[in-house]
């Protein structure tokens, strides 16, 4: 998983993130705020944001050219 990709989100993280937010869309589409309710850290929350953020951006980069 995508997750997996993310240093500081270990399995318990990852199954939490996955429960209560649905899916990697729902994680993909969650604020910081939401991803800082399951895993309670905030720079690790800013940390995942940003990652799909860049997945986002680099992938709207590629549609482009």
């Given at each position: 998983s995508?997750?997996?990709s993310i240093s500081g989100i270990g399995d318990r993280r990852k199954?939490?993130?996955?429960?209560?937010?649905?899916?990697?869309?729902?994680?993909?589409?969650?604020?910081?705020?939401?991803?800082?309710?399951?895993?309670?850290?905030k720079a690790l929350s800013e940390r995942i944001h940003a990652f799909f953020r860049t997945q986002a951006e680099m992938a709207d980069e590629?549609?482009?050219e």
């Open positions: 995508l997750l997996d199954e939490q993130l996955l429960k209560t937010l649905g899916s990697i869309e729902g994680v993909r589409n969650a604020t910081i705020e939401e991803i800082n309710a399951v895993v309670r850290n590629t549609a482009n």
